[in-house]
């Protein structure tokens, strides 16, 4: 299996304007996360599906941020409108169920930058 | 959610066992222990995962006390490819979505 893969893998763009990033989770696995990471904050858990369903998105710090999985393999996150205090690595991660002894497995990451 | 509270840096050389104690004081019955690397620009990686007393695998070893409110992370030999941030999660059996990542701890080993 490839693992997860998220693209773009870079994302350089201007205020206000829409960002959409992409994730295709691990064949098989049927949760799916959402994590952001600054250098200020750490890595927060922005949402998370089980089943296609999102489950908790109490991490989605705006409006501005949504999320969907309308299918088993496909997930995007976006923003609309960006701020620069977006500028993050945006990871998703995938694992077998939700209990926390499964395994989640990261994507290499999207590195977005807001001018 | 349990709090975990790590070390902020730890520097070691090659070839030293490394520990990394994480404290957890309001773990709950439910609460697994997980510990996870991460290279940079790279996304973190399961290293081992724990619920009490002593868990080993071909990577690390974990050690959990009695009354769970710590753990320790024990790293073998490491080596120059060991550089990396080690965090601690604490999170129900039941909803991985309930664990949450802390600071970690930046791990540096020296020639």
């Known amino acids: 299996d490839a693992g997860v893969i998220q693209s773009p893998r870079h994302e350089v763009t201007e205020m206000g304007q829409e960002v959409t990033l992409r994730c295709k989770p691990i064949s098989g696995h049927n949760s799916l996360f959402w994590y952001r990471q600054t250098m200020m904050r750490g890595l927060e858990l922005l949402i998370y599906f089980n089943n296609n369903v999102p489950i908790d998105d109490s991490g989605m710090p705006e409006d501005r941020f949504s999320a969907k999985m309308p299918n088993a393999s496909f997930s995007t996150l976006k923003i609309q409108p960006s701020e620069p205090r977006d500028s993050a690595v945006y990871f998703c991660?995938?694992?077998?169920?939700?209990?926390?002894?499964?395994?989640?497995?990261f994507g290499p990451g999207t590195r977005l930058t807001v001018l | 959610l349990a709090k975990t509270t790590q070390p902020i840096s730890m520097d070691s050389y090659e070839g030293q066992e490394v520990n990394i104690t994480c404290s957890h004081n309001?773990?709950?019955?439910?609460?697994?222990i997980t510990w996870y690397q991460q290279f940079p620009s790279q996304g973190p990686r399961f290293i081992i995962q724990?619920?009490?007393t002593k868990v080993t695998n071909e990577v690390a070893s974990l050690f959990i006390p009695a009354d769970r409110k710590s753990s320790t992370l024990s790293l073998p030999r490491v080596s120059l490819s060991d550089t990396a941030v080690y965090y601690c999660l604490v999170g129900e059996d039941t909803n991985a979505g309930k664990s949450t990542f802390g600071d970690g701890t930046t791990l540096t080993v020296k020639p």
């Open positions: 724990g619920y009490k």
């Open positions: 309001n773990i709950a019955t439910n609460d697994y």
């Open positions: 991660a995938s694992t077998l169920g939700l209990a926390v002894y499964n395994e989640q497995f």
